[in-house]
């Protein structure tokens, strides 16, 4: 039981390169997070999903999407990176929003 | 919508002492409340939550209680270790949210 697994865990982009972000989760979750994390900051939401083909805006999600195909995968994607989009990124899960939610090990994003 | 404040922001406790964080809430109809561990270079943790059926609940050597009438809730950590200093987030959420609303963490030092 692997619970949320991030792909990949680190990556450096050259501003303006495009790249995405890969979270899968095996409970079984309806739920889906993206979240950024910024030093010394606490956790800003991007986008979310509540079940297989949904997906809404969070906080901040300007420069990001998203896209649910399967109800076990939520893709973060950006069109094109620029520096203020260096942070760490989260995803997270839960079987609905008012359920703990089970994070991933976090992607670390440098754009350069 | 729902507004979470998380004091202190950082807060040092000697070894074997306990630690005391508060949150409060804003809407009324809020009724899970989540609190998770973060260490360093690693996602955020569920450690306790608590329910508004619920005033306290505890696990070893943590507890958290919740005043549904003034809105507030608190993470106590007793007889603290050092593998008890992370950052910690309090979290608020209802039956007709799609998403937790998150607190802006507290950095807890264990002093030797």
């Known amino acids: 039981n692997a619970g949320v697994t991030q792909t990949p865990k680190f990556r450096v982009l050259k501003t303006g390169q495009s790249m995405t972000l890969l979270c899968a989760q095996d409970?079984?979750?309806?739920?889906m997070y993206w979240y950024r994390q910024d030093p010394g900051m606490g956790l800003r939401l991007i986008h979310y999903?509540?079940?297989?083909?949904?997906?809404a805006k969070g906080e901040v999600p300007d420069g990001y999407n998203v896209s649910r195909l399967k109800k076990q995968n939520f893709l973060l994607g950006l069109e094109s990176a620029a520096p203020s989009q260096t942070s760490v990124y989260f995803c997270?899960?839960?079987?609905?929003?008012?359920?703990?939610?089970?994070f991933g090990s976090g992607t670390r994003l440098t754009v350069v | 919508g729902e507004n979470v404040e998380q004091h202190p922001s950082t807060l040092s406790v000697q070894e074997g002492d306990s630690a005391v964080i508060k949150c409060t809430y804003s809407?009324?109809?809020?009724?899970?409340f989540p609190w998770y561990k973060q260490e360093l270079g690693k996602g955020p943790q569920l450690i306790i939550d608590?329910?508004?059926?619920?005033g306290e609940k505890k696990d070893q050597r943590i507890a958290v209680t919740l005043n549904k009438t003034a809105k507030h809730f608190s993470l106590h950590i007793t007889e603290t270790q050092p593998e008890d200093s992370a950052v910690y987030f309090c979290?608020?959420?209802?039956?007709?949210?799609?998403?937790?609303?998150f607190g802006k963490g507290t950095r807890l030092h264990i002093l030797p």
């Open positions: 809407d009324s109809a809020s009724n899970y």
């Open positions: 997270a899960s839960s079987r609905d929003s008012n359920y703990g939610y089970t």
């Open positions: 999903s509540v079940g297989e083909g949904t997906t």
């Open positions: 608590i329910r508004s059926n619920v």
């Open positions: 979290a608020a959420g209802g039956y007709r949210d799609d998403k937790i609303i």
């Open positions: 409970m079984n979750h309806e739920y």
